[in-house]
């Protein structure tokens, strides 16, 4: 089984910044693209932002870009999301997703992506 583990959450204020990382866990594979995505309560779940193995280009939301910052790590399937000048708005569950199928776009539904994470709460107050 393969699993991703997001960390780095927690309650800061607005403006403050955070840094997620997301590594895997269990059966090794290889990552096409690896990506964040986040939930509020009673929301649909919102890309933010993706990154290809090559980790060039990376594709942002116009929600975040500017603000966050995605960035792969020196470990296979490892992905951070930094993340400054927060607002409560940014309040939400953070999930990191994988995708295994390899081709040259980028996707933001959550459905292309074949693995996720737990999620991770970050909490921004006013």
């Known amino acids: 089984q393969v699993l991703l583990v997001e960390s780095g959450g927690g309650l800061v204020q607005a403006g403050d910044s955070l840094r997620l990382s997301c590594a895997p866990s269990?059966?090794?594979?290889?990552?096409?693209?690896m990506a964040w995505f986040r939930q509020a309560p009673g929301k649909e779940r919102e890309f933010l932002a993706a990154?290809?193995?090559?980790?060039?280009?990376?594709l942002y939301a116009d929600s975040v870009k500017g603000r966050f910052t995605i960035s792969k790590g020196n470990a296979k399937n490892t992905v951070y999301l930094q993340m400054n000048t927060l607002e409560p708005e940014d309040t939400a569950v953070y999930y990191c997703?994988?995708?295994?199928?390899?081709?040259?776009?980028?996707?933001?539904?959550?459905?292309?992506?074949?693995?996720w994470g737990q999620g991770t709460q970050v909490t921004v107050s006013s």
């Open positions: 269990g059966r090794t594979f290889t990552a096409d693209s």
């Open positions: 990154v290809k193995e090559n980790a060039y280009n990376p």
């Open positions: 997703a994988a995708r295994s199928t390899s081709d040259r776009f980028y996707y933001t539904r959550p459905g292309a992506y074949d693995y």
